[in-house]
């Protein structure tokens, strides 16, 4: 069992050493909330995946780009593998083979304070099949275990990997919240991808559109308080975002209107909260994170619709974007 705790050797530039670039995909799998988005983010360093505490946040596949002397690095974050129970749910499970089918190098995250299961030994009999791809184990939420608890994880892997036929490329442990080996992380990962130039401008973090992005930032505010009411039931569009007219140069304001969707008329009301007091917080906190990643002020007009059953219905599924 081969596991990485530092370099093999010191890190040199590309220049300095004469190794060619390199440019490719990686993807980061698992079940749900193994701790992928946090890892992309923490790897581009700056936040283009969204998080939280409940399983299935990500929807959408985002790529965000590591810019390096060497390399540039472009990470595919999908939704966690799982057994679906609804359409949107096999949609999802579509979304993640297909992207393993066309990366690079697939990072497959266990959490270091969960005993493997059926739902990763389900993955990992899938990645089994996938036979040119190298497969790294990610080995993550370090900070939250003992080092005789980590040692046994490392061990349950490495055996699951020989149970079903494969060798894993790499073992690695990390702690993307302690920022521990993140960037080990990144220099396994780095070797593995083809040699060639840059796919993605210098200064590029993701090619998420950005009102995607948006829609993925107020939909993480939306779930933070109503994890336990409504895990699954929340979707957001931004219908619009528009300068506002009239502004004097030095004193831009983006207009957005975006309207968050819920199941049933039942659930309107966890959204919205006592006298509009939750959706309020929503406004306030997903703004923030907003006019940070847009760099300019912001008006944010948030309504709270219905949309019966979407995830079963395929014409909802393809109004909100699935």
Not at 53 to 80: E, F, K
Not at 234 to 241: K, L, Q, T
């Amino acid at each position: 069992m081969s596991v990485r705790t530092q370099s093999p050797e010191p890190p040199e530039s590309a220049e300095s050493a004469g190794a060619p670039h390199r440019a490719g995909f990686a993807c980061f799998v698992g079940r749900p909330n193994a701790g992928k988005s946090t890892l992309t983010n923490a790897l581009v360093g700056q936040k283009v995946a969204i998080t939280a505490n409940q399983p299935q946040t990500t929807r959408h596949t985002v790529r965000g780009i590591v810019h390096r002397a060497d390399a540039q690095l472009i990470l595919v974050d999908t939704p966690g593998l799982h057994k679906p129970r609804t359409l949107l749910g096999e949609r999802l499970n579509d979304v993640v083979r297909t992207t393993w089918a066309e990366v690079d190098v697939i990072g497959f995250c266990l959490p270091a304070n969960e005993k493997l299961g059926p739902g990763d030994r389900f993955i990992a009999k899938e990645l089994a099949s996938i036979r040119k791809t190298p497969k790294i184990a990610i080995v993550t939420k370090t900070d939250l275990v003992d080092s005789k608890t980590l040692a046994e994880q490392l061990i349950a892997i490495d055996q699951l990997g020989k149970e079903l036929g494969f060798e894993w490329a790499e073992i690695v442990p990390v702690s993307a919240v302690g920022d521990q080996q993140v960037d080990l992380l990144a220099d396994l990962l780095v070797p593995l991808l083809p040699e060639g130039p840059a796919l993605y401008p210098e200064g590029d973090l993701t090619d998420e559109p950005e009102q995607v992005m948006v829609a993925e930032l107020i939909r993480e505010a939306a779930l933070e308080g109503v994890r336990d009411e409504l895990p699954h039931s929340i979707a957001v569009v931004v219908e619009e975002m528009l300068p506002r007219e009239d502004r004097p140069a030095d004193k831009p304001l983006l207009d957005i209107h975006a309207f968050v969707y819920i199941e049933r008329p039942s659930q309107k009301g966890i959204v919205i909260g006592p006298k509009g007091k939750r959706l309020k917080e929503v406004g306030i906190k997903s703004r923030k994170q907003i006019e940070a990643l847009l760099g300019t002020p912001v008006f944010l007009d948030l309504h709270v619709k219905v949309a019966k059953d979407w995830q079963r219905d395929p014409r909802q599924l393809r109004k909100l974007g699935f």
